[in-house]
């Protein structure tokens, strides 16, 4: 095993832009799927989300809980902009888990309050995005989730070169956003 943590959470756009034959490790892989086109019919999503679940694999919806039930989804993941307080997680008599992204101590709070079970927390390594200059590092990353009792998720700049770095991180696991599109061996070095 390249790293060891407990869980690895990959954010997709499109059913099609991950091949669920390279996750073989049960119960560690969570992904995502916050998608911003509406071309992909809901038989598509609730298929994939039953291939999901033979799999092992937690399926997230972003910022809707209506389709998440629809889907048959795991639980529902609530972004930084998603301010919403009232966040009921039951649908259809049935216990949705809740993971949040965050970004400051402001958003910690709020999200503790929406009832996240885990937080993804953003940006541990420096980023090549135009407008987002600012990082954590391991040891402000480290000093900010201390106080806290939540189950923090490392997001942000992690690459293949970095990967090693994540064992002096304090969290649970890690999330990829960008760096499966760009080398999807990755997922395989996580075995």
């Known amino acids: 095993m390249f790293i060891k943590k407990n869980k690895y959470y990959i954010y997709i756009e499109n059913l099609s832009s991950i091949n669920l034959n390279l996750i073989k490790t049960k119960g560690k892989f969570n992904l995502i799927y916050r998608s911003k086109s509406k071309n ?19 399926f997230f919806i972003a910022n809707n809980i209506s389709l998440a039930s ?9 972004s930084s902009y998603n301010k919403a307080l009232v966040i009921k997680n039951k649908r259809n008599g049935r216990k949705f888990e809740i993971i949040g992204s965050v970004h400051n101590l402001r958003d910690i709070t709020i999200k503790n309050i929406q009832g996240c079970n885990e937080l993804i ?71």
Do not use: H, Q
């Open 40 to 58: 992909e019919k809901l038989r598509d999503i609730v298929n994939f989300a039953k291939i999901c679940k033979k799999k092992y694999i937690k």
């Open 70 to 78: 629809k889907v048959g989804a795991n639980g529902i993941y609530l």
């Open 121 to 191: 927390f953003s940006r541990l390594f420096k980023t090549d995005y135009k407008n987002k200059k600012s990082f954590l590092g391991t040891t402000k990353f480290n000093l900010f989730t201390k106080n806290y009792k939540s189950k923090f998720i490392a997001l942000g700049g992690i690459r293949s070169k970095n990967l090693m770095k994540l064992k002096i991180v304090r969290c649970e696991g890690f999330a990829l956003l960008s760096e499966p599109k760009k080398k999807p061996a990755i997922i395989r070095r996580l075995f």
